[in-house]
C-alpha cells in the first residue's frame, strides 16, 4: 500500500494549512473556551470551509460534492487537528452526511446533502447513551409504532456537536433485545422538534456535546434512514469512518503538540546549556518522534482503505484508533513534562493539546477497547 500523498493531495494539505494558521490560533479556541461559547465554535469560519468545498470532499457531484476519496478528507482533519480547530466538519460529514448517504433514500438525499456541503444544514449522528459505553449497538432509545409513524423516547449522551444541529440521526430500538445489533432503525430528528431537549454538556477539552433527551417525539415514515430494523449495519459502518477520521484530526494535534515540544527543548536553557541536549530528553524526544509516525502509518493505511472500499476497514479502524489514542496521551503528557513547571500551567498552550488528548482518546472507543476488537475481529 503506497502511504505517501499525491502531488494533489500535497497541494490540499497546504492550502489547509494556510487557511487554519491564517484563520484561527489557539488564542481563538481559548477564548471560546473562556467565553462559555454556546456552541464552541464559529458558523462564519465553517462556513469558509464550504466555500473551498472541503464539506463535499467525499459526497457525490450530483448533489454538490466533489466526488474525491477519504484520503483527501484526511488532510483536512489532520491540519484542523494541528490547530484544535472545534468547527463541526467531522460531525456533520463523517456521521450526519455519511449516514444519509450511505442509506438515505433518494428523496432524502436530495433534501439534505446539498444543504449539508453548502454548510446551511448541520447534521449529527447521537449513539451513545448512559449505559452503552464504546457498543454502538447498545440502544435502549426506544421507538414505538404510532399509525403511520413513530414515537420515540430515550436519552443520548456525549452527542458531537449537538448543540446548534438543525438534524439528529438517532438509532433507536424498534425490535429485540438493547444490545442486539438487528433491531435498531435510524430516524431523523428535527431539533425544534416538540418533546426535543439538548442540553449543552461541558467536556474537558470544552468541545461542543450535548445531553439529547426525546420524551414522546413524534416521527413520520418518512423520517427513517434505511430499511426498519436495519440500522445496525449501517450504524457500524459510518462508526468505523468517524473513528477513522478522528484518527485523522488526533494525528495532526500530536504532531503540532510534538512539535511545540521540539521547539521548546531547542531554545530551553538550563546550567547553561540548551536541554534539548541531555541524553535523556533526546530518547523521550525521539520515542515521541516514532509514536507518532506509527500513528501517521495506520492513520493513512485506514484512510486508503476506505478509499478502496476494503473489507479490512473495521480491523484497520481499530489498529489507528488504538495506536492514535495511546500516542496522543503519550506525547501530550511528555509535552507537559518537558516543558517543565511552565506546562503545567493554564496559560500555556500545551494543556489545550493533553486536555483534546483525554477527550479524543475515548471518543468512539479507547485504546484498550479498539485492541479487544480488533482480536475479536480475527476470530480470538
Same mark, same amino acid.
Given at each position: 500500500?503506497?502511504?505517501?500523498?499525491?502531488?494533489?493531495?500535497?497541494?490540499?494539505?497546504q492550502?489547509?494549512?494556510?487557511?487554519v494558521?491564517?484563520?484561527?490560533?489557539?488564542?481563538?479556541?481559548?477564548?471560546?473556551?473562556?467565553?462559555?461559547?454556546?456552541?464552541?465554535?464559529?458558523?462564519?469560519?465553517?462556513?469558509?470551509?464550504?466555500?473551498?468545498?472541503?464539506? #463535499?470532499?467525499?459526497?457525490?457531484?450530483?448533489?454538490?460534492?466533489?466526488?474525491?476519496?477519504?484520503?483527501?478528507?484526511?488532510?483536512?482533519?489532520?491540519?484542523?487537528g494541528?490547530?484544535?480547530?472545534?468547527?463541526?466538519?467531522?460531525?456533520?460529514?463523517?456521521?450526519?452526511?455519511?449516514?444519509?448517504?450511505?442509506?438515505?433514500?433518494?428523496?432524502?438525499?436530495?433534501?439534505?446533502?446539498?444543504?449539508?456541503? /453548502?454548510?446551511?444544514?448541520?447534521?449529527?449522528?447521537?449513539?451513545?447513551?448512559?449505559?452503552?459505553?464504546? /457498543?454502538?449497538?447498545?440502544?435502549?432509545?426506544?421507538?414505538?409504532?404510532?399509525?403511520?409513524?413513530?414515537?420515540?423516547?430515550?436519552?443520548?449522551?456525549?452527542?458531537?456537536?449537538?448543540?446548534?444541529?438543525?438534524?439528529?440521526?438517532?438509532?433507536?430500538?424498534?425490535?429485540g433485545?438493547?444490545?442486539?445489533?438487528?433491531?435498531?432503525?435510524?430516524?431523523?430528528?428535527?431539533?425544534?422538534?416538540?418533546? $426535543?431537549?439538548?442540553?449543552?454538556?461541558?467536556?474537558?477539552?470544552?468541545?461542543?456535546?450535548?445531553?439529547?433527551?426525546?420524551?414522546?417525539?413524534?416521527?413520520?415514515?418518512?423520517?427513517?434512514?434505511?430499511?426498519?430494523?436495519?440500522?445496525?449495519?449501517?450504524?457500524?459502518?459510518?462508526?468505523?469512518?468517524?473513528?477513522?477520521?478522528?484518527?485523522?484530526?488526533?494525528? #495532526?494535534?500530536?504532531?503540532?503538540?510534538?512539535?511545540?515540544?521540539?521547539?521548546?527543548?531547542?531554545?530551553?536553557?538550563?546550567f547553561?546549556?540548551?536541554?534539548?541536549?541531555?541524553?535523556?530528553?533526546?530518547?523521550?524526544?525521539?520515542?515521541?518522534?516514532?509514536?507518532?509516525?506509527?500513528?501517521?502509518?495506520? $492513520?493513512?493505511a485506514?484512510?486508503?482503505?476506505?478509499?478502496?472500499?476494503?473489507?479490512?476497514?473495521?480491523?484497520?479502524?481499530?489498529?489507528?484508533?488504538?495506536?492514535?489514542?495511546?500516542?496522543?496521551?503519550?506525547?501530550?503528557?511528555?509535552?507537559?513534562?518537558?516543558?517543565?513547571?511552565? #506546562?503545567?500551567?493554564?496559560?500555556?498552550?500545551?494543556g489545550?493539546?493533553?486536555?483534546?488528548?483525554?477527550?479524543?482518546?475515548?471518543?468512539?472507543?479507547d485504546?484498550?477497547?479498539?485492541?479487544?476488537?480488533?482480536?475479536?475481529?480475527? #476470530?480470538?
Amino acid at each position: 500500500m503506497d502511504l505517501v500523498l499525491t502531488e494533489e493531495q500535497d497541494l490540499l494539505q497546504q492550502t489547509a494549512r494556510e487557511f487554519v494558521t491564517k484563520n484561527s490560533s489557539l488564542r481563538r479556541i481559548r477564548a471560546l473556551r473562556d467565553g462559555h461559547d454556546p456552541v464552541g465554535y464559529s458558523r462564519e469560519l465553517y462556513g469558509e470551509m464550504a466555500k473551498l468545498g472541503w464539506l #463535499g470532499i467525499t459526497f457525490p457531484e450530483e448533489y454538490g460534492g466533489l466526488a474525491l476519496g477519504y484520503t483527501e478528507l484526511m488532510v483536512i482533519l489532520e491540519e484542523l487537528g494541528r490547530g484544535l480547530l472545534p468547527e463541526p466538519l467531522l460531525s456533520t460529514v463523517l456521521l450526519g452526511g455519511s449516514t444519509i448517504a450511505t442509506a438515505g433514500s433518494p428523496a432524502q438525499r436530495k433534501a439534505l446533502l446539498p444543504a449539508l456541503i /453548502n454548510g446551511e444544514l448541520l447534521v449529527t449522528l447521537a449513539t451513545q447513551e448512559p449505559h452503552s459505553r464504546y /457498543n454502538p449497538f447498545h440502544v435502549e432509545t426506544s421507538a414505538a409504532r404510532d399509525g403511520s409513524g413513530w414515537v420515540l423516547n430515550g436519552t443520548k449522551i456525549q452527542v458531537p456537536d449537538g448543540v446548534g444541529a438543525d438534524r439528529l440521526i438517532v438509532p433507536a430500538r424498534t425490535r429485540g433485545d438493547v444490545a442486539d445489533r438487528a433491531g435498531i432503525t435510524l430516524f431523523l430528528v428535527d431539533t425544534k422538534a416538540s418533546g $426535543v431537549s439538548v442540553e449543552r454538556q461541558w467536556r474537558i477539552d470544552a468541545r461542543n456535546t450535548a445531553l439529547v433527551r426525546l420524551e414522546g417525539v413524534r416521527v413520520g415514515e418518512a423520517d427513517a434512514i434505511g430499511a426498519v430494523d436495519a440500522g445496525g449495519d449501517t450504524l457500524g459502518a459510518v462508526i468505523d469512518q468517524a473513528t477513522i477520521g478522528v484518527c485523522a484530526e488526533m494525528l #495532526g494535534s500530536m504532531t503540532a503538540a510534538l512539535e511545540m515540544t521540539l521547539d521548546y527543548l531547542k531554545t530551553r536553557v538550563q546550567f547553561g546549556v540548551v536541554i534539548g541536549t541531555f541524553q535523556a530528553l533526546k530518547h523521550r524526544a525521539a520515542n515521541m518522534y516514532i509514536e507518532t509516525e506509527l500513528a501517521r502509518s495506520a $492513520v493513512f493505511a485506514a484512510h486508503k482503505a476506505l478509499d478502496k472500499k476494503s473489507p479490512e476497514v473495521a480491523r484497520l479502524a481499530s489498529i489507528a484508533k488504538a495506536r492514535c489514542s495511546d500516542a496522543f496521551v503519550l506525547i501530550g503528557n511528555e509535552g507537559v513534562q518537558m516543558h517543565g513547571g511552565i #506546562g503545567m500551567t493554564d496559560e500555556h498552550d500545551m494543556g489545550f493539546f493533553i486536555k483534546r488528548a483525554r477527550a479524543a482518546e475515548v471518543t468512539f472507543g479507547d485504546a484498550a477497547y479498539h485492541r479487544n476488537r480488533f482480536a475479536e475481529l480475527q #476470530g480470538y
